[in-house]
C-alpha cells in the first residue's frame, strides 16, 4: 500500500520548479504560485484515495493543467496519464506547461499526456484511479464525460472529482451570485462577466462553464450501468478553513465568503458543515465506483 506523503518533499519539488520558472519566465511566477497552491491542496484532497493504491498503479487525471499533481505522483512511482486538451478559457496555461513538463521530462518523471477531450477518450478498462479538479464544470457533456472515464477504469475502480455545485447560487470563477440559468445569470450579471480581471479569458471561460450540479451528476450515474456515486460532504469544511489559513486563497475571495469563513470557524461550527446534504453545498467532492 502506498504512504501518506512528504509535504517537504512535495514543497521542495514546488519550490525547484518555480525557481527554474523565475530564471527564464518570471512574467509566468505569479500564474505558476496560484497553481502550485492549488496542486498542494489537490494532493492532499487526494490522500485518503491513494492510501489504497499500491506504487505503480494506473493513474488518469483528466484535465491536467499545469500537470503538477500529475507530475507529483509521477515522482511517487505512480503509472500517471494526464488527459489534457487546452480549451477556451485556458490559452494562457499553454507556455507554463510546456515549461512543467519540460522540467519534469529533464527530470525522469513526466507523466504521459493525451492531448483529447474526456469525451472523446477511447481507452477501455486501463486504469485503477481517475480524479479530476475544478475541471468536470468545463466539460462540453457531463454524461459523455463521466461514461468515458468509468469506461477507462478497471471493474471496481473509482473516479474522484471536485467541482462546483451550481444548484449553489454563487459561481466562483467570477465571483458572482448565479439566478436559476447561467442565461439568465449572464443577462443580469454580462458587465461583471465579461469585464473580469479574476480570470485570463473571461469570454472563454464563460462559455466554458456547463452548469453541472448534484441532481446533474446523479442522473447521469443512472444512466451508466454499474455505476455507483457517493459524495463526500467534508469538502465544504475543509474549504472554509483553507479560506482563513491559506491567504492566496483568500485573495481570490470575495470579502463575504472571507468573513463568512473566519467567522463560521473562529465559532467552531465549521465541522456542522458536514451534516450539510451535498446538493446544497456550493461545492461537490464526488466518488464514481465502475461495477
Not at 171 to 183: Q, R, V, W, Y
Not at 249 to 261: D, E, H, L, P
Request: net charge positive; with cysteine; glycine share 6%.
Amino acid at each position: 500500500m502506498a504512504a501518506e506523503p512528504s509535504s517537504e518533499g512535495f514543497n521542495s519539488f514546488l519550490a525547484e520548479l518555480r525557481h527554474s520558472v523565475s530564471v527564464s519566465h518570471v512574467h509566468l511566477i505569479d500564474l505558476y504560485d496560484v497553481f502550485a497552491q492549488e496542486a498542494r491542496f489537490g494532493r492532499r484532497w487526494l490522500t485518503a484515495s491513494l492510501l489504497s493504491l499500491p506504487r505503480g498503479s494506473d493513474i488518469l487525471e483528466v484535465g491536467g493543467g499545469l500537470m503538477l499533481l500529475s507530475v507529483q505522483l509521477q515522482r511517487e512511482g505512480y503509472q500517471v496519464t494526464a488527459l489534457e486538451p487546452i480549451g477556451a478559457g485556458f490559452s494562457s496555461f499553454v507556455e507554463l506547461q510546456s515549461l512543467v513538463l519540460k522540467f519534469a521530462t529533464a527530470a525522469g518523471y513526466a507523466p504521459a499526456v493525451l492531448p483529447v477531450a474526456v469525451e472523446d477518450l477511447e481507452i477501455k478498462g486501463v486504469f485503477d484511479f481517475a480524479f479530476s479538479v475544478n475541471v468536470m464544470e468545463h466539460v462540453t457533456s457531463v454524461n459523455h464525460a463521466l461514461a468515458n472515464v468509468l469506461s477507462a477504469l478497471k471493474p471496481g475502480r473509482s473516479y474522484r472529482f471536485t467541482c462546483p455545485n451550481y444548484a449553489f447560487p454563487y459561481e466562483p470563477h467570477f465571483n458572482i451570485p448565479t439566478l436559476f440559468s447561467k442565461k439568465l445569470t449572464e443577462r443580469l450579471f454580462r458587465v461583471q462577466i465579461f469585464n473580469s480581471r479574476r480570470v485570463a479569458d473571461p469570454v472563454g471561460m464563460w462559455a466554458s462553464l456547463n452548469w453541472i450540479s448534484v441532481r446533474s451528476v446523479s442522473r447521469a450515474i443512472e444512466g451508466i450501468p454499474g455505476g455507483v456515486v457517493r459524495f463526500e460532504r467534508a469538502i465544504l469544511r475543509d474549504i472554509l478553513v483553507r479560506v482563513v489559513v491559506d491567504d492566496q486563497f483568500a485573495s481570490r475571495r470575495s470579502g463575504w465568503v472571507k468573513i463568512f469563513a473566519r467567522l463560521i470557524v473562529q465559532c467552531r461550527v465549521h465541522h456542522l458543515l458536514t451534516r450539510l446534504p451535498a446538493s446544497l453545498s456550493p461545492i461537490m467532492d464526488c466518488s464514481v465506483l465502475q461495477m
